[in-house]
């Protein structure tokens, strides 16, 4: 089994798909590698391709106030990319590069063991959850796999071009408080 390190250095190094190309950093999560918390969206933005860090910018601040208002901080939870390079122009990642990225987002989270994965945003809760996932109508609901709870709320960069989300987004942040509870009294 792979530490860590060494899975953060493949991702480092990656070829697998044409984003090797275009991208300035690769983006690995970061976080409380203890976290019973896993946050995942669907790849990192520009100012993420930047800096290297997953939720940098406009949704990172939005991202961190939420956490905020429900009592945590980056330093409680674990947060990462279904794909781990910047799609050019911001598109959405392309099933045959979240296909060949998905070996790191799998392993990533065999070594962190969540009981808790959230996902942030349609694309990936299609690829996390189900194929077919309605995140304007199952955002805020969980269900069990394997026995860890699975939900998805809006990406934060879909509350900044509609604010009407925001109130939905911080009922699910609440939804997530609770659960992380009960699940941490079990």
């Not at 790849?43 to 939720?55: K, M």
């Not at 987002?105 to 945003?121: F, N, S, W």
């Not at 990936?124 to 699975?150: C, S």
Request: glycine share 6%; hydrophobic share 30%.
């Amino acid at each position: 089994m792979y530490t860590y390190e060494e899975l953060k250095n493949f991702v480092d190094h990656c070829t697998r798909c044409e984003l090797c190309r275009t991208r300035n950093h690769p983006v690995m999560g970061k976080g409380n590698l203890n976290s019973p918390v896993l946050f995942i969206a669907e790849a990192p933005g520009r100012n993420e391709d930047r800096d290297g860090i997953p939720f940098t910018g406009k949704s990172g601040e939005l991202f961190d106030r939420l956490l905020e208002n429900i009592g945590m901080d980056r330093e409680a939870i674990y947060l990462t990319n279904v794909v781990k390079c910047h799609p050019p122009g911001n598109r959405d990642p392309k099933p045959e590069e979240q296909e060949l990225c998905i070996p790191y987002l799998k392993y990533e989270t065999l070594l962190l063991r969540p009981k808790m994965i959230v996902c942030l945003g349609r694309i990936a809760a299609q690829r996390i959850i189900r194929p077919d996932y309605r995140i304007t109508r199952e955002h805020g609901t969980f269900l069990e796999r394997k026995n860890v709870w699975m939900t998805a709320v809006y990406h934060p960069s879909a509350v900044l071009r509609d604010e009407t989300k925001l109130p939905q987004i911080q009922e699910d942040f609440w939804k997530i408080k609770k659960k992380l509870e009960e699940i941490q009294r079990e």
